[in-house]
């Protein structure tokens, strides 16, 4: 970044600070501060503010390219080492990034629409299998690539990083035995005191890891009964263990509505003569996705940190110039990073193409190639905060205009 790009990125910022104020977490004065600034000098932290208005004077007057906050609480915040600030607890944070997430998209808009999925999914966890109620959870999106999830509940502050990797190994299903999932139970018999062996497994309703399982197994017998037949015998005869014959009655059998029904309800067995197929798929097929599909996603090293950084919501992230913007559970389904995290206008910007680069904002895409080009402020700066355009000097602009 040259001296007048970083120059114009902390003019655009100071005026964002100047018009708009932080949203910092509950006890702020509790807190460890940390800041990174345009001109590279590395991380200032061990900072403490008693207030949000000494806060904000202190952004608006450094103008910070990036702001954090810890989730930690602490004694003596603004301490020089992390023993002499005396730990009292900390929130149970969440961070999920697209770069993290097994075949994202490669566009922006791609990478945050699975990346919000994958949040979704994660607060549906919170919610249902943890019991964390909307009043105590917060959340935002990062500014870059992802979200960030904020638990505030007693329940967690005094838990160690031992205890909130366990939290993200559930989340994960890390280490889930799945073969357990489905069992055998003793039924009683059609004829006297005879008794028989069946098939069973969690109910759909079934809380945890045992209702996401009804789901997947409901959702492969619905994709092959919705299947051409060519399509399903394909699938079917690829599981280990899956012949044609038995592939083909399998497909015929499924698209009955009670079968669906009882396999809704835990019974596996209904399919009479053909429940022996449901351990070659729960061991050969459905292992192989089932957490990767259902799971969780999250970076285990952010949760497990109980001194970690996070951004704070309301400020600006330095390598995009998007709102850290802060969102309630109810926010999440209408809410359009490319759209609602933008702060800077549609004005014109000339600058300086450095590098081929392809992004999407505002219903927008962009192919950009090596020159000059006038875009609008809000792409301009991503650009120029991404490092991929140089900001144009007057006398530059004015040979634009010219050619």
């Given at each position: 970044?040259?001296?007048?790009?970083?120059?114009?990125?902390?003019?655009?910022?100071?005026?964002?600070?100047?018009k708009?104020?932080?949203?910092?977490?509950?006890?702020?004065?509790?807190?460890?501060?940390?800041?990174?600034?345009?001109?590279?000098?590395?991380?200032?932290?061990?900072?403490?503010?008693?207030?949000?208005?000494?806060?904000?004077?202190?952004?608006?007057?450094?103008?910070?390219?990036?702001?954090?906050?810890?989730?930690?609480?602490?004694?003596?915040?603004?301490?020089?080492t992390?023993?002499?600030?005396?730990?009292?607890?900390?929130?149970?944070?969440?961070?999920?990034?697209?770069?993290?997430?097994?075949?994202?998209?490669?566009?922006?808009?791609?990478?945050l629409?699975?990346?919000?999925?994958?949040?979704?999914?994660?607060?549906?966890f919170?919610?249902?299998?943890f019991?964390?109620?909307?009043?105590?959870?917060?959340?935002?999106?990062?500014?870059?690539?992802?979200?960030?999830?904020?638990?505030?509940?007693?329940?967690?502050?005094?838990?160690?990083?031992?205890?909130?990797?366990?939290?993200?190994?559930?989340?994960?299903?890390?280490?889930?035995?799945?073969?357990?999932?489905?069992?055998?139970?003793?039924?009683?018999?059609d004829?006297?005191?005879?008794?028989?062996?069946?098939?069973?497994?969690?109910?759909?309703?079934?809380?945890?890891?045992?209702?996401?399982?009804?789901?997947?197994?409901?959702?492969?017998?619905?994709?092959?009964?919705?299947?051409?037949?060519?399509?399903?015998?394909?699938?079917?005869?690829?599981?280990?263990?899956?012949?044609?014959?038995?592939?083909?009655?399998?497909?015929?059998?499924?698209?009955?509505d009670?079968?669906?029904?009882?396999?809704?309800?835990?019974?596996?067995?209904?399919?009479?003569?053909?429940?022996?197929?449901?351990?070659?798929?729960?061991?050969?097929?459905?292992?192989?996705?089932?957490?990767?599909?259902?799971?969780?996603?999250t970076?285990?090293?952010?949760?497990?940190?109980?001194?970690?950084?996070?951004?704070?919501?309301?400020?600006?992230?330095?390598?995009?110039?998007?709102?850290?913007?802060?969102?309630?559970?109810?926010?999440?389904?209408?809410?359009?990073?490319?759209?609602?995290a933008?702060?800077?206008?549609?004005?014109?910007?000339?600058?300086?193409?450095?590098?081929p680069?392809?992004?999407?904002?505002?219903?927008?895409?962009?192919?950009?190639?090596?020159?000059?080009?006038?875009?609008?402020?809000?792409?301009?700066?991503?650009?120029?905060?991404?490092?991929?355009?140089?900001?144009?000097?007057?006398?530059?602009?004015?040979?634009?205009?010219?050619?």
């Open positions: 970044m040259n001296a007048l790009t970083q120059s114009l990125l902390v003019s655009r910022f100071r005026g964002y600070y100047l708009s104020s932080l949203e910092p977490p509950p006890e702020l004065d509790f807190r460890e501060w940390g800041f990174l600034f345009f001109d590279d000098t590395g991380m200032r932290r061990h900072k403490s503010f008693f207030s949000r208005g000494e806060l904000v004077d202190y952004v608006r007057a450094m103008v910070p390219r990036h702001v954090y906050h810890s989730a930690a609480y602490y004694q003596r915040p603004g301490a020089p992390m023993k002499e600030k005396i730990w009292k607890g900390a929130d149970l944070i969440f961070d999920l990034d697209a770069d993290h997430l097994k075949n994202a998209p490669r566009s922006y808009g791609g990478m629409e699975t990346v919000k999925k994958e949040t979704d999914k994660l607060l549906a919170l919610t249902s299998d019991g964390f109620s909307e009043d105590r959870i917060s959340i935002a999106f990062s500014g870059g690539r992802g979200y960030h999830i904020h638990i505030r509940d007693p329940r967690v502050f005094d838990l160690g990083g031992d205890e909130r990797r366990e939290i993200v190994d559930y989340l994960t299903g890390r280490g889930l035995d799945i073969d357990k999932l489905s069992f055998k139970v003793r039924i009683s018999g004829v006297g005191d005879d008794s028989v062996r069946v098939l069973r497994c969690p109910p759909k309703d079934s809380p945890g890891w045992g209702g996401r399982f009804n789901e997947a197994i409901v959702r492969f017998a619905e994709e092959i009964r919705n299947a051409d037949e060519k399509a399903a015998m394909e699938r079917l005869t690829k599981i280990k263990g899956i012949g044609k014959a038995r592939a083909i009655e399998f497909y015929e059998r499924i698209k009955n009670l079968i669906l029904d009882d396999i809704r309800s835990g019974n596996l067995d209904s399919l009479k003569n053909l429940q022996g197929i449901w351990p070659h798929v729960i061991t050969n097929y459905l292992a192989d996705q089932f957490v990767e599909v259902l799971g969780g996603e970076d285990e090293p952010v949760t497990a940190d109980v001194r970690r950084l996070i951004r704070c919501p309301g400020s600006l992230h330095g390598g995009s110039g998007l709102r850290v913007t802060p969102l309630s559970l109810r926010d999440m389904e209408d809410f359009d990073p490319l759209y609602d933008l702060v800077f206008g549609d004005e014109a910007v000339p600058v300086q193409i450095i590098k680069f392809r992004t999407e904002m505002k219903g927008e895409s962009y192919n950009l190639a090596e020159g000059r080009e006038e875009l609008p402020a809000h792409i301009a700066i991503f650009l120029m905060c991404r490092g991929v355009a140089e900001a144009l000097s007057a006398r530059e602009r004015a040979k634009n205009l010219a050619l």
